[in-house]
C-alpha cells in the first residue's frame, strides 16, 4: 500500500500543478505562438535528495526539444555529466507538459509543469556510494535508473537574433525510481542555461 502510495505521488504533483497554473494566469497570458518547434544545447546544475544524488549538486551539459501546441507540450531533454555513456550520470527525460506564457517585449515568460519517464542513470561515484550501503544492507540489489518525474517548471527566453533565444530554466520536481520507490524517491531541482532555437506560428 505504502509503494502505491509513493507511486501514485508524481502524478497528484503533476495534477495539482496543473491546477495552480492556470488559476493563476489569465487565458490572455498564453503562448503568442500556437504551434511551436524549439530545440536548445543547455548546461547546468542537478541536484535532489535521494541517492542518485549522494554526491550532491552535479554539473551537467546537454540538450532539449520539443512540440508545442496551445498550452500542450511534448519535450525530451538530455543531461549528462561525462561524455562516456556507460560511466556517465544522466538525468534524461521525455514527457508531456502545459505550460502558459507571458510575452514582453524581447522576453518571453513561461510557467508550467511537467510528467515524464525518467532515465536516471547513477554517476560512478553515486553507485559507489549506493553499493556500499547495500553492503551494509540498507538497500538492496542493483539501483534502478527508471522512474517517473513531475516537475514545476519556469523560464526566460530572451530574444538574441531572429529565432535564437537565450534560455534560463529553473525546475522543481518529485521522482520515483521503480520497482523500489520506498527508497529511491525525492525532489530534485535543477537550474540551466543555453541557446535555443523556437519557430511557431
Given at each position: 500500500m505504502r509503494s502505491r502510495v509513493r507511486i501514485l505521488l508524481p502524478t497528484a504533483f503533476f495534477a495539482v500543478s496543473i491546477f495552480l497554473a492556470s488559476s493563476l494566469l489569465s487565458p490572455s497570458r498564453a503562448h503568442a505562438d500556437f504551434v511551436s518547434i524549439w530545440g536548445q544545447l543547455h548546461g547546468g546544475y542537478l541536484t535532489g535528495t535521494s541517492d542518485r544524488f549522494e554526491e550532491g549538486s552535479q554539473p551537467f551539459g546537454?540538450?532539449?526539444?520539443?512540440?508545442?501546441?496551445?498550452i500542450i507540450d511534448?519535450?525530451?531533454d538530455v543531461r549528462m555529466d561525462d561524455f562516456d555513456?556507460?560511466?556517465a550520470g544522466m538525468w534524461n527525460q521525455v514527457g508531456l507538459g502545459a505550460s502558459f506564457g507571458l510575452p514582453l517585449p524581447y522576453i518571453s515568460l513561461t510557467f508550467g509543469a511537467r510528467l515524464a519517464y525518467l532515465y536516471a542513470q547513477f554517476s560512478e561515484d553515486a553507485r559507489k556510494a549506493y553499493e556500499s550501503k547495500a553492503l551494509?544492507?540498507?538497500r538492496s540489489g542493483e539501483?534502478?535508473?527508471?522512474g517517473l518525474n513531475a516537475s514545476l517548471v519556469a523560464m526566460a527566453d530572451i530574444e538574441l537574433i531572429g529565432p535564437l533565444m537565450?534560455?534560463?530554466t529553473g525546475d522543481l520536481g518529485?521522482?520515483?525510481l521503480l520497482p523500489d520507490p520506498a527508497?529511491?524517491?525525492g525532489i530534485n531541482f535543477s537550474v540551466l542555461g543555453g541557446l535555443k532555437l523556437k519557430f511557431g506560428f
Open positions: 546537454g540538450f532539449a526539444a520539443g512540440l508545442s501546441l496551445a511534448v519535450f525530451i555513456i556507460e560511466q551494509e544492507g540498507e539501483p534502478s535508473q527508471k537565450f534560455n534560463i518529485y521522482h520515483v527508497e529511491l524517491n
